[in-house]
């Protein structure tokens, strides 16, 4: 009966973000259809073919080694706090994990092989074949799907520096759908992060934020088509001359063209430091959001513990978000009596963002979550859908692509509904699956 349920909500969150949508009567069927068949036999290759599985193993031990990697640059230079045996017995289970020391450096090795799988041009041929891939099965312009494949690895603004020269001539319906795929996406940097807070939680937890990275290219393409369809007949996949005269841009099977990354690297030494540098930046700007967020969170509930209870409980910011959005997460298939907490961790992932919704995860007992809907959630929250990233996103599109700030500014808002229902399209296909 739940994967029953859990088929019913796929097609409910569609015709939520057909709601939602604009120039509904431009809705194309057929390519709806197309969008939502390559999405499940994508999730079913993924998920079922126990061949692939056992190649997503690879996945797991390699995400294994990188979190040894980094546990043991911490224990180095932190001693007990990042790692290390601690010099005494600890009072309580647990007591001795330190978040910032021991998890969140984590950002900081995967921002540098990031950078020098660019350097060594290893991770761009892999981006330039998923791009193929959508263009001939989804019939997306080859530019917007490099951006799209380009989100499995890289965040809302890394992955459309790809086809900068070309982001003010996409078509309305093109510009979201890349804003779509940043916000339905997480970046390579924080997957491995994510995964170590969950490994405790979820049997093969990398694997699954694989899966959910890969399959979040044609959801996003399916949702974003649906919500804002496209009505002319200019795509941007012929062979477009740089209006910047950029000579870096390259052409891909004569018909995709490709912008280089904005990395520019003399030597692979001189990669790994501007990697780091990134990561630095990217890891303390996690660290000032989950302390400000966090802290104001608490104010938050501290208001609302003013009030008189409601229910025998007090009255607090997850509960009230949980009761709007349990009925979202009814829909991915939980029983009702889940839905409402994990209702609230999507509310958490959609006002804050989806680290401290992780966080709160992982914090939560055998009881509140079965291993069916910690599955369907870890699928759910696996995107960037907040109002933080719609700044982010709002501030770099606008500054490679300064002609169409407007239409962007008019997008964002409906980029965070259509990033929230393709994640959570994902983890209701995921539920049907499971």
């Given at each position: 009966?739940?994967q029953?349920?859990?088929?019913?909500?796929?097609?409910?969150?569609?015709?939520?973000?057909?709601a939602?949508?604009?120039?509904?009567?431009?809705?194309?069927?057929?390519?709806a259809?197309?969008g939502?068949?390559?999405?499940?036999?994508?999730?079913l290759?993924?998920?079922?073919?126990p061949?692939?599985?056992h190649?997503?193993?690879?996945?797991n031990?390699?995400?294994?080694a990188?979190?040894?990697?980094?546990?043991?640059?911490?224990?180095f230079?932190f001693?007990?706090l990042?790692g290390?045996?601690?010099?005494?017995?600890?009072?309580?289970?647990?007591?001795?994990?330190?978040?910032?020391f021991?998890?969140?450096?984590v950002?900081?090795?995967?921002?540098?092989?990031t950078t020098?799988l660019?350097?060594?041009?290893?991770?761009?041929p892999?981006?330039?074949?998923?791009?193929?891939?959508?263009?001939?099965?989804?019939?997306?312009?080859?530019?917007?799907?490099l951006?799209t494949a380009?989100n499995i690895?890289?965040?809302m603004v890394e992955?459309?520096?790809?086809?900068?020269?070309?982001?003010?001539?996409l078509?309305r319906s093109?510009?979201?759908?890349v804003?779509?795929?940043g916000m339905?996406?997480?970046?390579?940097?924080?997957?491995?992060?994510?995964a170590?807070l969950?490994a405790?939680?979820i049997p093969?937890?990398a694997?699954?934020f694989?899966?959910a990275?890969?399959?979040?290219?044609?959801?996003?393409?399916l949702?974003s088509?649906i919500m804002?369809?496209?009505?002319?007949?200019?795509?941007?996949a012929?062979?477009?001359?740089?209006?910047?005269?950029?000579p870096?841009v390259?052409?891909?099977d004569?018909?995709v063209?490709?912008?280089?990354?904005?990395?520019?690297?003399?030597s692979?030494?001189?990669a790994?430091?501007?990697g780091?540098?990134?990561g630095l930046?990217?890891?303390?700007n996690?660290?000032a959001m989950?302390?400000?967020?966090v802290a104001l969170v608490?104010?938050?509930?501290?208001i609302?513990?003013?009030?008189p209870?409601?229910?025998g409980?007090?009255i607090?910011m997850?509960r009230?978000?949980?009761?709007?959005?349990?009925?979202?997460?009814w829909?991915?298939?939980?029983p009702?009596p889940?839905a409402?907490?994990?209702?609230?961790?999507?509310?958490?992932?959609?006002?804050?963002?989806?680290l401290?919704?992780?966080?709160?995860?992982?914090k939560?007992?055998?009881?509140?979550?079965d291993p069916?809907?910690?599955l369907i959630?870890?699928y759910?929250?696996c995107?960037?859908?907040?109002?933080?990233?719609?700044g982010?996103?709002i501030?770099?599109?606008?500054?490679?692509?300064?002609?169409?700030?407007?239409?962007i500014?008019?997008?964002?808002?409906?980029?965070i509904?259509s990033?929230t229902?393709?994640t959570?399209l994902?983890?209701?296909?995921?539920?049907?699956?499971?």
């Amino acid at each position: 009966m739940l994967q029953l349920q859990s088929a019913f909500g796929v097609l409910a969150l569609l015709l939520i973000a057909w709601a939602f949508g604009e120039n509904r009567r431009a809705v194309s069927l057929r390519q709806a259809a197309i969008g939502l068949t390559v999405t499940f036999l994508t999730a079913l290759a993924l998920i079922k073919l126990p061949s692939l599985a056992h190649g997503f193993g690879i996945i797991n031990d390699a995400v294994g080694a990188i979190s040894a990697a980094s546990r043991a640059g911490t224990s180095f230079v932190f001693g007990y706090l990042g790692g290390a045996a601690l010099p005494f017995d600890p009072k309580a289970p647990g007591a001795a994990f330190i978040l910032a020391f021991q998890a969140l450096p984590v950002v900081l090795v995967m921002s540098v092989l990031t950078t020098l799988l660019f350097y060594w041009k290893i991770l761009p041929p892999v981006v330039r074949g998923m791009a193929w891939l959508l263009e001939r099965t989804l019939r997306v312009g080859g530019a917007v799907g490099l951006s799209t494949a380009a989100n499995i690895f890289l965040g809302m603004v890394e992955a459309p520096l790809f086809i900068r020269p070309y982001l003010a001539q996409l078509t309305r319906s093109e510009l979201f759908l890349v804003m779509t795929g940043g916000m339905a996406g997480i970046a390579g940097t924080v997957l491995v992060l994510y995964a170590t807070l969950l490994a405790p939680l979820i049997p093969d937890a990398a694997v699954h934020f694989v899966i959910a990275s890969v399959l979040g290219a044609p959801a996003a393409i399916l949702v974003s088509l649906i919500m804002v369809p496209e009505t002319s007949d200019k795509r941007t996949a012929g062979a477009l001359a740089d209006p910047r005269g950029d000579p870096r841009v390259a052409f891909i099977d004569s018909r995709v063209a490709q912008a280089d990354p904005d990395i520019h690297a003399s030597s692979t030494m001189d990669a790994i430091v501007k990697g780091t540098t990134a990561g630095l930046e990217l890891l303390l700007n996690i660290i000032a959001m989950l302390i400000v967020l966090v802290a104001l969170v608490y104010l938050a509930n501290a208001i609302l513990g003013l009030l008189p209870n409601v229910g025998g409980a007090a009255i607090s910011m997850q509960r009230m978000l949980g009761y709007v959005m349990a009925p979202v997460c009814w829909l991915m298939g939980l029983p009702w009596p889940q839905a409402v907490t994990a209702g609230s961790l999507m509310g958490i992932k959609t006002v804050l963002n989806e680290l401290i919704a992780y966080v709160d995860l992982s914090k939560l007992g055998a009881d509140a979550l079965d291993p069916r809907s910690r599955l369907i959630m870890l699928y759910a929250m696996c995107g960037f859908a907040n109002f933080g990233s719609l700044g982010i996103m709002i501030g770099g599109l606008g500054t490679m692509a300064p002609e169409r700030r407007g239409e962007i500014n008019a997008l964002g808002l409906k980029s965070i509904v259509s990033g929230t229902l393709t994640t959570c399209l994902m983890g209701a296909i995921v539920g049907v699956l499971s």
